[in-house]
């Protein structure tokens, strides 16, 4: 049941529109990682994954096809058949967590770690770049596949935790900034490179554990969601 309700999500998922569309930032990524190669200015290559993959993309991409995996079911009554039948909730959510991981990290990752290795800029970069993807993109799916089952514009709302929340709230204080997954990407990326950013300052090992904490919370809480609402 949990491979057939996976293979559900999954097509539910991966239309080509959408996956040919945000597959391309990551061809735009591989194509300003070769213009800043050789860049004299110091940290071109940490500074371009931080305001490029970790600004933009992570997030984006994560929103987009975490918010549409049970929203999307949601909406067009798929859900009220799954929520019909004696499965337990959890593997409902589990799919749907393993289908938007076989997208976006992929879709995602491949990209900014190939980019990454273009600017020329050593092991450090790159492997800074793999980790804070990862726990970027775990955070981030986990959170926006609860909203998008708990609200019906989970992507205008995710957008506007990214842009507002993450991009302007986040610097007004230590409390704000504690709760933008940026700041936690941002830390994991300084701690490699030794680049410095702005809000890049929770200790490791908190800077991985957190992020990776946040999106096994927001499964949880999705799994609680379907277990009470009327999809019907």
């Known amino acids: 049941m949990t491979v057939a309700l996976y293979r559900l999500f999954l097509r539910t998922i991966a239309r080509r529109g959408r996956l040919a569309a945000l597959g391309g930032l990551g061809l735009v990524g591989v194509a300003i990682a070769l213009a800043v ?14 305001g490029f993959g970790l600004v933009v993309v992570v997030p984006v991409v994560a ?10 079911t949601q909406e067009d009554g798929t859900l009220v058949y799954l929520w019909l039948k004696p499965v337990a909730r959890w593997r409902i959510v589990a799919a749907a967590a393993l289908a938007v991981a076989t997208v976006v990290f992929p ?14 800029d050593g092991a450090d970069l790159i492997v ?18 609860w909203l998008g089952l708990r609200v019906r514009r989970s992507l205008a709302v995710g957008l506007a935790y990214i842009l507002i929340w993450e991009g302007f709230v986040a610097r007004a204080g230590d409390t704000a900034s504690r709760l933008a997954i940026r700041s936690y990407t941002r830390s994991v990326l300084s701690a490699a490179t030794g ?20 999106g ?3 499964l ?5 969601r379907l277990g009470r609402q009327d999809v019907a």
Request: net charge negative.
């Open 216 to 218: 096994l919370a927001a």
């Open 128 to 145: 800074g770049t793999a980790v804070a993807t990862a726990v970027g993109l775990a955070a981030y799916s986990g959170l926006f596949l």
């Open 220 to 224: 949880a809480l999705a799994t609680f």
């Open 107 to 120: 879709l995602v990752g491949v990209p900014l770690v190939v980019a990454a290795a273009l600017t020329g």
């Open 37 to 50: 190669r050789g860049s004299d200015e110091a940290d071109a290559g940490a500074s371009f994954v931080n």
């Open 63 to 72: 929103l987009v096809f975490a918010s549409a995996v049970l929203g999307d």
């Open 195 to 214: 680049a410095e950013f702005e809000l890049a300052d929770v200790a490791q090992p908190w800077a991985v554990v957190v992020p990776i904490v946040v």
